[in-house]
């Protein structure tokens, strides 16, 4: 963030938005860095709102496009859309059940049927439904077993989110995370997007866990 926002607005401009706000160094605790983000989100925000939606929105994963080659290749081998749309679904709901019968563990998380289940009644999640030109996505849960047994909506939103930082502020309550924060989420999900058709695309940010909401939803817009 610190470095992107200098990328975007000037060095100048950036220590002026951050004066007096220590960088969170490398190793530091999950539990301890809401309360940082927080501040560096408020200041960024306050001084430039659109600069910020704008940082956030170019996501802060430094990932490759190499790392979403596969995803490129198998939207080549679709005729259209849909019809890689049909097949994302599909292979994770092979890998999922292939998973649960070895025993593994799908990022940290435990695979039931349940949550086969709920992925699979869920057009949105693992694949997106495409209404015109827009891809509707909503994410996993990043618990999925907690989330669907959970009844307390608090716990369930803590059980629901990916982001270690944000599962802190939730957790402890005491850091209160712009929203805004949010858009990172949807670079995330934009971004296979953005490698297969080789150009930047937007994406809007309906439901979080931040807002209120008891799961994250994305909408992109495609290329036309």
């Known amino acids: 963030l ?8 000037g060095e100048a401009r950036r220590d002026e938005i951050f004066a007096g706000v220590e960088l969170v160094p490398l190793g530091t605790p999950n539990s301890a860095k809401p309360a940082a983000m927080q501040v560096m ?25 190499e790392y979403y080659a596969g995803e490129k290749k198998k939207f080549a081998e679709c005729a ?23 025993g593994r563990l799908y990022f940290n998380q435990e695979i039931t049927k349940e949550v086969i289940e709920f ?17 509707y996505e909503t994410k996993i849960p990043h618990q999925a077993k907690e989330y669907l047994a959970e009844t307390n909506e608090d716990k369930k939103k803590y059980n629901y989110c990916h982001c270690p930082w944000v599962k802190e502020s939730l957790k402890a309550g ?18 296979s997007w953005e490698v297969i058709f080789g150009q930047t695309l937007q994406a809007d940010v309906l439901e979080t866990v931040l807002m209120g909401d008891l799961r994250c939803r994305f909408a992109i817009h495609l290329s036309t």
């Open 174 to 191: 005491k850091s209160k995370i712009s929203p805004t924060f949010c858009n990172c989420s949807a670079a995330f999900h934009k971004k």
């Open 41 to 65: 989100i408020e200041k960024l925000e306050r001084a430039d709102p659109n600069a910020c939606k704008q940082i956030l929105a170019g996501g802060l994963r430094d990932l490759s496009d």
């Open 80 to 102: 259209d859309v849909d019809e890689y749309l049909l097949r994302k679904k599909q292979d994770l709901l092979a890998e999922l059940e292939q998973i649960m019968r070895e």
């Open 119 to 135: 992925v699979r009644c869920n057009p949105e999640i693992g694949q997106g439904m495409r209404i015109g030109n827009v891809i």
């Open 2 to 9: 610190y470095k992107k926002t200098g990328a975007l607005l």
